[in-house]
């Protein structure tokens, strides 16, 4: 799995994201303090969603890819704080299932 940390992301980054989330919800994009993105096997990312989103108060949402079924990675919406320990904790819990 590959995972990046965007501390006080851009607005244009934003926006990328805005755009491709999954999900319908609507979500304040604006106030985000920090985004990981997760990257990996379909399997390894919805269980990382779970482990992020029970670790800390941080929200996940599935980004597509050319297709609208084809997810291609999560990102984690949070202040920098809860989206590291996210991070760190989805590490941890998947090198403990290998």
């Known amino acids: ?48 969603a779970d482990i992020a989103e029970k670790a800390v108060g941080v929200t996940v949402e599935d980004i597509r890819g050319s297709c609208p079924q084809n997810m291609i990675l999560l990102a984690i919406f949070g202040d920098t704080a809860s989206v590291e320990s996210a991070i760190k904790e989805i590490k941890q819990k998947i090198r403990e299932d290998i």
Not at 6 to 29: E, F, N, V, Y
Not at 31 to 38: E, P, R, S
């Open 1 to 48: 799995m590959d995972f990046r940390i965007i501390k006080s992301p851009s607005q244009g980054t934003i926006d990328i994201l805005a755009r491709r989330k999954g999900s319908g919800k609507a979500m304040d994009l604006e106030c985000i303090d920090a985004v990981g993105l997760v990257q990996g096997k379909m399997i390894e990312m919805i269980v990382a």
